[in-house]
């Protein structure tokens, strides 16, 4: 079972800040945690990852709470090329694997 | 950076035939995984290779299900029997192994189970 929860949709105006969240509150020590998107009948792409400290890159931010039990992946200026669904994953070898497990993730409709 | 190619992109069958995809990573990745992924659900994983060992495998995969990744390369996933819950979309992904692995997926085979 996917160790972290995501609210099943949000709505973003275009040219706004998207913030979407993720708990994760039985996140281990050595756990990252991953953002990836789906748009639709594509595979799944590649966000953004961290363990502990505030990552930004070409694509989003991630700020992960102090004590690791929450995320946010922000896009800065969403587009409507930003409409997909956004998956939040908690990955380590806490469990004796690497595999990436998805959940449901957060469908993300960016409005005009 | 050719990416992760998978074929066929669909595939119809009938049930109780059985159906092979291919999946070619990107040419340095060790890592290759496949998932499966229904609609409006997210992707369920199935398994995965570690250069040409299958490292692990899930619990739900039947053995109707059998993957290889000979000479560690491109990989294969059968499907023997087919049956029409079998109907879903079949993605491959691969990375590098190591702390900042990330994984790219390729646009995945469409399976139809008549």
């Known amino acids: 079972d996917a160790k972290t929860t995501q609210p099943p949709s949000m709505d973003c105006a275009e040219g706004r800040a998207a913030n979407l969240p993720c708990n994760h509150s039985t996140i281990s020590g050595n756990e990252y945690v991953y953002w990836y998107r789906q748009i639709h009948s594509q595979g799944p792409q590649y966000i953004i990852h961290?363990?502990?400290n505030n990552e930004t890159n070409e694509m989003a931010s991630l700020i992960i709470t102090e004590d690791r039990k929450s995320s946010t992946l922000i896009l800065p200026h969403a587009t409507l090329r930003d409409t997909a669904v956004y998956y939040c994953?908690?990955?380590?070898?806490?469990?004796?694997?690497?595999?990436?497990?998805f959940g449901t993730g957060t469908r993300l409709k960016v409005l005009a | 950076d050719t990416g992760v190619s998978q074929d066929p992109r669909h595939k119809i069958t009938k049930r109780g035939q059985n159906v092979t995809f291919r999946c070619d990573p990107i040419s340095e990745h060790n890592r290759l995984y496949w998932y499966r992924q229904t609609l409006g659900q997210g992707p369920e994983f199935l398994t995965y290779?570690?250069?040409?060992?299958?490292?692990?495998k899930s619990r739900l995969l039947s053995d109707r299900f059998s993957a290889e990744r000979p000479k560690g390369s491109f990989s294969t996933l059968e499907i023997q029997r087919t049956e029409q819950g079998d109907s879903a979309m079949y993605l491959c992904?691969?990375?590098?192994?190591?702390?900042?692995?990330?994984?790219?997926f390729g646009s995945g085979t469409q399976l139809s189970v008549l």
């Open positions: 992904a691969s990375s590098l192994s190591g702390t900042n692995e990330k994984l790219f």
């Open positions: 290779f570690q250069n040409e060992a299958q490292l692990e």
């Open positions: 961290g363990l502990k």
């Open positions: 994953i908690v990955r380590g070898a806490t469990s004796g694997t690497y595999k990436y497990i």
